[in-house]
């Protein structure tokens, strides 16, 4: 998206351009800088990446880093975010303030002693201002929903529109529509409004959550805005253990993209991991408990039937959500139909009033190759759609998730039954993974099936890290696992057609005819690892100004040939001779004959 | 494929299990080996690579890893690997040893001295047993296609049906067909025989090749066994500069695996790199110098013809490919047709007396997502198709190459004219790339288009490494690229039916659903990562016998209420009882509740 676009970035040139974590790291040229595009009103202020080229133009890119890269924005986990959203909830006037649910040791695990220790760490306490949780004034829904229903365009959807280029109708008839979701609880003020939806860029969810063997609140955070940092869209919660509760505040309130949760997994916590103990009610306070914190949105396995469980039975790998296993123990131990399933619109009422939405989890999605499209995940599929026109019906956001473990030529019919049964609302999936015998490297496995059903139609994908089947993921795998379902996202925009998708890639493409390797760099989804590989093996600075690129060396140089070639025939004159003229000086002092045979 | 099969390895029970270099490194516990599967004569014994799962089953997988896995041969690099198709090749009657061609210092880059040191180090002259090159004795093809054409069945053709588990009738039927290639040049007798073609499994190629600046001979051998250790079926050899033709020697006499090369890479050499100097004369004789080393098939970039050389002209990225730029700046400089195109017959003649394969380079690929599926591509293709019905008229064997960089909407039409254009002669793409912007993760941009374009039918994907675009493989980037591939292989293996290529996958998620650790390693496309990240986060020992896994932890397990699931659906009664029994003994060891949330 170069700035020939409509709308340009406001920035102060003035300011120094580099932003770049990354660069600041590397201590590497300045490439890049926060700046904004300003909607209608002054508070509509919507971020954007902007690259700058050392031929003068600028390219900006669509930015999910948060307010920690802007360097005029101070920036403290102790105190949170500032709630950008506060005033827009407010101005609706359908929202009040109330006590709230008081938070109890259970909360955070702290029941019983562990061998761990029992006793919170106070100081993990979330330090930050006071606040109160804020609900429906009169138990309507104040959902996206419903204000799109109504024909309104919030000033968060004005700003989805800004950020996806677009307009705010085409934004507020999707939602209306149910084929959106606009994720944005009223106590989660932080957020950066984003939305979810097949006319809209593909977006991209990241898991983190503390182990109780290994991270710590801290960590998580840090965890949450590098994730952030790379692009992931939102971010899922799926702490256990201790501390869940104040972790889950820290997150929050220092989170600039919308926080997804498993409310069972917390449940289960509070019922000491005994399935068949959990109930509606211990399930229903926990979800209030997490709306009131500002979760965005919660995964509800309301799909996982009693008559569905035993279609498990025969299968190669059974069940592998651990919350569609959670509830078909607790079927199995009752032989009762599931409370969430027998409850489902009582819980509707409460997700309304915070427009907490609903992603209908897959607890039955198969878990191998051989389990993929079989009756127990389709059956549960069937009746996700029951419990989407449900929801609908309540005004809650919904969108439904996917599997899974599914092979190449089965994994269309799961989008194209998904949008059918599910009257076309976001489809979430996790990969698919399109084989079951790489482990380590399901990243890959995942982000083939990934790319594919996102060009079919999914809105949303669940990255997958390398430690997925085998361990917890750490700062690497977290970024590994984002910048590949990054790449994912992007090749289903491109395959789908999204305006201005390709110009990212044109500009990659121009830079790399050109030789302008710092532009290639500060282009590129990982500037920093494409940067060292280049200097792996290209002398540094001479390198970077060449004229000639890996497949050929300096000696014999496709891309100049291709630059004579234009010369020759027709194309700009000035774009080559300028540019060769300028490439051989630089390239006399690089001299070094190279050769580096990659592809022919 | 589990030994239900037919054919049943032939092993020694006696002999130490271990072969696994990766085993023997990391000091792992021993989990496979080398077998054979005897054919209908006792010098056609074809190697599997045999997995002993905990449970006493085995699963025999195809291995590509040549005789450096059985510690029953004895290799020396200095030797080279013995001639195990020689006697298959001297009782055919039809070729005969002859002279050969001096080799002259120029051939390997002599001619001039350089900074680097003129004189070639004598060490590095292959000192392996002194053999006189062998080509057909009456000027007839002696290629495997026109024997399949006369309905022989050679022991190449036998060896190939056992390997791919078909009948030898129907390997000589897709090569007779043109659908199949099995690339074997006379003076190469020391591969183990392998097919190409959509009706097989799919097939990777990786790429190596000396850079003047950093790499020896013994690491380009080196590297050979390393890609072919991690299951690469062909290594093109694009060495350029200094001893590539002491190099190649090197490669060609250690490598279980068919050989391919750019002979024009080496004869731009022997012109100093400037490519007007090329003659259809000095391109001849390094065809031939290539032909009598052993090279089985050569990129040939005969479609770049004088009038699609300006269709490239308006393009982002031009000619990308180094082959196809060299034969465009010929064309350019003497305006005049390719003499490659000119002389294409003459030079079919030559492959067919070698058996040396084609493999028709597309030196209009396109460069960038931009120029995808242009003019300039599909203009060469429609020549290849016809070069390809010359190449058979002479009987020389012949597959097509393909993109590139292409999105994933428009990648099926590449595959499906091809098939047309050339009567089903097997594709070799490189990816697709389905992006531009992600250059240090190209693998993974061109793994996702190669898995898609090798479902529709492409028979071979050569290998992209994360330094694509960057810089020269390293020994990891090598393994990456083709592990990264085998899993697009396997994916559209599985995406295609291919018998017997889903027994993997089952075997590997048998061993996850029973908490079997080492046999999911053993399994795995790569066992060390594999095992190495699971010991990054849980306990080393007790955790691989813990019956819980990754997504859940022991406390609360979806695989085991699958198994209580199983347990009171029907399925096998005892499989669990004997199972959960077994695992909770173990289990108490293990202890430590340990929560590990990767997906829900």
Known sequence: MTNKDARTPVSNQDEPLNQGEESQEAGKSIGWHKAYVEGSRPDLRVPVRQVHLTNGQSVTLYDTSGPYTDPHVETDVRRGLSPLR???IIARGDTEEYAGRPVRPEDDGLKHTSPRGGLRNLDAVFPGRPRLPRRSRDGNAVTQLAYARRGEITPEMEYVAVREKVSPEVVREEIAAGRAVLPANVNHPEIEPMIIGKRFLVKVNANIGNSAVTSSIEEEVEKMTWATRWGADTVMDLSTGRNIHTTREWVLRNSPVPIGTVPLYQALEKVDGRAEELTWEIYKDTVIEQAEQGV????????????????????????????????AAWCLAHHKESFLYENFEELCETLAAYDVTYSLGDGLRPGSIADANDEAQFAELRTLGELNRIAKRFNVQTMIEGPGHVPMHKIKENIDL?????????????????????????HITSGIGAAMIAWWGTAMLCYVTPKEHLGLPNRDDVKTGVITYKIAAHAADLAKGHPGAQEWDDALSDARFEFRWEDQFNLALDPDTAREFHDETLPAEPAKTAHFCSMCGPKFCSMKISQDIRLLHGGSQDEVEEGMAQKSKEFAAAGNRVYLPIAD
Chains 1, 2 share one sequence.
């Open 86 to 88: 506060e005033n827009w």
């Open 296 to 327: 965005d949105y919660m995964t509800v396995h309301a799909g996982v039937r009693l008559p569905y469980v035993p279609l498990t039975a025969n299968r190669k790998t059974g069940i592998v959500s651990r919350g569609g296993s959670i509830m």
């Open 418 to 442: 998904q949008q059918e049964i599910c009257d076309e609302a976001p489809f979430y999936t996790l990969g698919p993974l399109t084989t079951d015998v790489a482990p380590a490297y399901d």
